[in-house]
């Protein structure tokens, strides 16, 4: 007798989650789900990290993305997920700042794409979010 555990022959063995397997699910995910995303694809403005404590796959962008609120939320267009802040604000440069993050699961990984967003600006782009929200719920009652 083996004290190995038996397993059903339909279920595979578990694949150990290497740097390669990461490697190769980043791949992927910049190919098939994130391809248009130039941000994402551009090494002098994101950095990723595989095996990260917070995710498998951690995206961060710098403070030099031109529009990341929108990069994020194209993120979370494709992939699904909760966005929030991520930490505390901090000034730099007469600047208040604040990181705010996607997190989600693709093909069993947790992904989190982190971006730096000025303060005015993340209250701007909710401000105009919910300006276009008001304007759909407007829109749609006056159909009726």
């Not at 551009?42 to 990341?68: F, M, N």
């Not at 303060?119 to 009726?144: C, F, M, N, P």
């Amino acid at each position: 007798m083996t004290n190995e555990p038996i397993r059903p022959p339909e279920t595979p063995a578990s694949t150990p989650v290497t740097h390669l397997v990461l490697a190769e699910a980043l791949v992927k995910l910049l190919t098939t789900e994130l391809g248009d995303i130039a941000e994402l694809h551009d090494t002098t403005l994101t950095t990723w990290q595989l095996g990260s404590y917070k995710a498998a796959l951690v995206a961060d962008c710098s403070s030099r993305v031109r529009h990341p609120f929108e990069a994020l939320r194209a993120c979370a267009d494709r992939l699904g997920g909760q966005i929030a802040p991520d930490g505390d604000r901090f000034s730099s440069g007469g600047e208040l700042f604040q990181s705010h993050a996607l997190t989600t699961e693709w093909l069993g990984h947790r992904v989190m794409v982190r971006v730096l967003l000025d303060h005015d600006d993340v209250e701007k782009t909710l401000r105009r979010r919910i300006a276009e929200l008001e304007e759909q719920v407007r829109g749609g009652g006056q159909r009726g």
